[in-house]
């Protein structure tokens, strides 16, 4: 066996950096927004990187890594490409999860929950705010798509440059999803791996919340 290997039997690393004893309030958007606002606070590395996780046509789960970039009373918000293979996905089922990991904090938040396409002036918005470059890109990749060469895609960015040499609008096909939690567990390492998990369920009209063992 190969040591490097060994290293990974080594369960000596113990979590200490914080616990959940008196919890978060009555909802769960609240303390999401402030455990992203701590990670962004301790200079996290991608802080606001997260993985969403879909439901493939073939029946198996694919996750991605993509930015949250609003927060708002309903959910989180993430943009991409409506007809990437997660927004083929989600229009085919909108049940999504959103595992989040803050390994400088010793946090992962686990979220369950319906996604659906922002408003299009929401979309129109955070599109007008990226860089001219970022929004040729939009038009540019047929994102998921088998692509022939590299050539094929930069022919397309050179089209769409000279298309739009100063202002790009946005693709219909790209924008924002609302992501509405419906199950959110919060995990904070403890020691001896006695964790703490901490969820949140929607019921009617509020939240269950409860412990897990870790
Ligand atoms: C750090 C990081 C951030 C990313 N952010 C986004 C994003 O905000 N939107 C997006 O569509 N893809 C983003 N990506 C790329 C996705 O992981 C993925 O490759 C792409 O969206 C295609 O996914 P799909 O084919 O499963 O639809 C990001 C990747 C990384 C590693």
Same mark, same amino acid.
């Given at each position: 066996m190969n040591e490097y290997l060994?290293?990974?039997?080594?369960?000596h690393h113990q979590f200490d950096q914080g616990k959940l004893e008196d919890f978060l309030g009555v909802e769960p958007m609240e303390p999401i927004a402030l455990w992203l606002k701590e990670a962004i606070?301790?200079?996290?590395?991608e802080p606001n990187a997260i993985s969403v996780s879909t439901f493939g046509?073939?029946?198996?789960?694919?996750?991605?890594?993509?930015?949250?970039?609003?927060?708002?009373?309903?959910?989180?918000?993430?943009?991409?490409?409506?007809?990437?293979?997660?927004g083929k996905a989600i229009e085919r089922n909108p049940n999504v999860h959103i595992l !989040?990991?803050?390994? @400088?904090? @010793?946090? #992962?938040?686990?979220?369950?929950? *319906?996604?659906?396409k922002v408003p299009s002036e929401m979309s129109d918005a955070y599109f007008e705010s990226r860089p001219w470059g970022s929004? !040729?890109?939009?038009?540019?990749? *047929? #994102?998921?798509?088998?692509?022939?060469?590299?050539?094929?895609?930069?022919?397309?960015?050179? @089209?769409?440059?000279?298309?739009?040499?100063d202002d790009v609008p946005r693709?219909? *096909?790209?924008?924002?999803?609302?992501?509405?939690?419906v199950e959110v567990e919060f995990w904070q390492g403890r020691k001896s791996r006695l964790h703490d998990r901490i969820v949140y369920r929607k019921s009617e009209s509020s939240w269950e919340i409860f412990r897990r063992n870790p």
């Open positions: 060994e290293l990974l039997k080594n369960d606070e301790k200079n996290v590395h046509e073939d029946g198996f789960p694919i996750s991605r890594i993509v930015y949250v970039k609003d927060l708002m009373e309903a959910g989180l918000v993430f943009y991409t490409n409506y007809l990437s293979a997660k !989040i990991f803050w390994p @400088e904090l @010793e946090r #992962q938040i686990s979220i369950k929950g *319906h996604a659906e929004k !040729i890109g939009a038009w540019a990749s *047929h #994102q998921s798509e088998t692509l022939d060469s590299r050539k094929e895609l930069e022919d397309r960015v050179h @089209e769409y440059a000279e298309k739009f040499p693709p219909d *096909h790209w924008g924002g999803y609302l992501v509405r939690p």
